[in-house]
Every structure is written in C-alpha cells, then in structure tokens.
T-cell receptor
Framework: RKEVEQDPGPFNVPEGATVAFNCTYS??????FFWYRQDCRKEPKLLMS???SGNEDGRFTAQLNRASQYISLLIRDSKLSDSATYLC???????????FGTGTKLQVIP | DTGVSQDPRHKITKRGQNVTFRCDPI?????LYWYRQTLGQGPEFLTY????????KSRLLSDRFSAERPKGSFSTLEIQRTEQGDSAMYLC????????????????FGPGTRLLVL
C-alpha cells in the first residue's frame, strides 16, 4: 500500500460546481498535512495547510479525519483557473521529509 | 524575484555523462530539499539539508547521486554516469524552520530542472 494515495482523476466539472478530493495516508503517526497545487509543467505551490479542526480559505475547505486517516479538499464555485493537479502532502513527525501523493487532476469546463 | 531559483532549467545529456544542477533557496531559509518528479507522479523525496548538514537521504538516491550544500546557502545535485531512467524533473524546495521542530513546514519550490537523458 502506498504511503499517500489519491485518485488521479481527471475530475471534469462545470464552472460553478463543487468538487471534493480525498487523500488517504497509511502512517498513523503522521503529524502535518498540506494541499499543494501544481499547474502543468510548473512547480508545486502551497494551497493550504490542513488542521485537525479543519480550515477554510475562501472557496477552499480542508478537513482532516485522523480516525479514518484521510484528508479532504473541497472547492466551491469552481473557476476555470482552478484547473490544475492537487497534491496531497503528509509529513511524518519522526522524519523531516514529506511524502507527496500522485496528485488529482481537476479540469473545470466552461 | 526572491524565490527559489534553479539552474539550468533544462538539460539534455547523453547516457553515461555527468550532470550537475544548482539550487539557490530563499535567502535565510535553513532547510533545502531535493525531489524528483516524473510524469503523472507526485514529487519523490531525494534528500534534505538543515543548513549545511545533509540529514536524510532517500533510498532512491543511489551512489551515482550526490548533493552538497557547502555553506548552508545554495546546493548542488550531481548525477554521475546518467541513465535514461534518470530523466525527470528535479525540484528544489526550501523552508524556514525555527529551532529543532519536527513539525512539517511550508516548502517553497523552485521551477525545477528538467533532465532528459538520451
């Protein structure tokens, strides 16, 4: 089983739709969680950190479920500019490295 | 631009040649990471530095790979005797972590060096 798993998609959604991605992780000792966004042939950029209490940033909401070992990202009112690959990132407290998922591709359609 | 920079942006080489990539992190960032990314995959951790000390190396980093960060600022990643399987995007990221915290921190990525081994 991979340490961090994501549905690769693609998720094709119309503008204005709400879309949600999940990411599961295998190590229960994981301590920090992030969502990064990566545009085609560009570097990853931090979208948001994920806290136990959940957090929201505009149209984006991130949730953490430790019991089931997954994190989620919800995007409301999708924009064309949201089209990208969304990478789930997990950090294990005992190590300094982070582990990336393979990413979920989102395509917002006019 | 005070972000992470990488040089070169693209490199084409023949199998068996050595290549060296450079990464300049954000000024005063004490951590520097190297990742490799292939098409359709997320970045895979290779190694990281805390200041000039290389603290962890992935098993992906064979003995043909070596990384240095001699003065705790810029870093180089060298691949010796390149193989076609080394073709990938090599990403560098930096972060600022106060003290000895073991918690995750925000990493800022450079634009990457795209390597093609013929």
């Amino acid at each position: 089983r991979k340490e961090v798993e994501q549905d690769p998609g693609p998720f094709n959604v119309p503008e204005g739709a709400t879309v949600a991605f999940n990411c599961t992780y295998s190590n229960s000792a994981s301590q920090s969680f992030f969502w990064y966004r990566q545009d085609c042939r560009k570097e990853p950029k931090l979208l948001m950190s994920v806290y136990s209490s959940g957090n929201e940033d505009g149209r984006f909401t991130a949730q953490l479920n430790r019991a089931s070992q997954y994190i989620s990202l919800l995007i409301r009112d999708s924009k064309l500019s949201d089209s990208a690959t969304y990478l789930c990132v997990v950090n294990y407290g005992g190590y300094q490295k982070v582990t990336f998922g393979t990413g979920t591709k989102l395509q917002v359609i006019p | 631009d005070t972000g992470v920079s990488q040089d070169p942006r693209h490199k084409i080489t023949k199998r068996g040649q050595n290549v060296t990539f450079r990464c300049d992190p954000i000024s005063e960032h004490n951590r520097l990471y190297w990742y490799r990314q292939t098409l359709g995959q997320g970045p895979e951790f290779l190694t990281y530095f805390q200041n000039e000390a290389q603290l962890e190396k992935s098993r992906l980093l064979s003995d043909r790979f070596s990384a240095e960060r001699p003065k705790g600022s810029f870093s180089t990643l060298e691949i010796q005797r390149t193989e076609q399987g080394d073709s990938a995007m090599y990403l560098c990221a930096s972060s600022l972590v106060p003290g000895l915290t073991r918690m995750g921190e925000t990493q800022y990525f450079g634009p990457g060096t795209r390597l093609l081994v013929l």
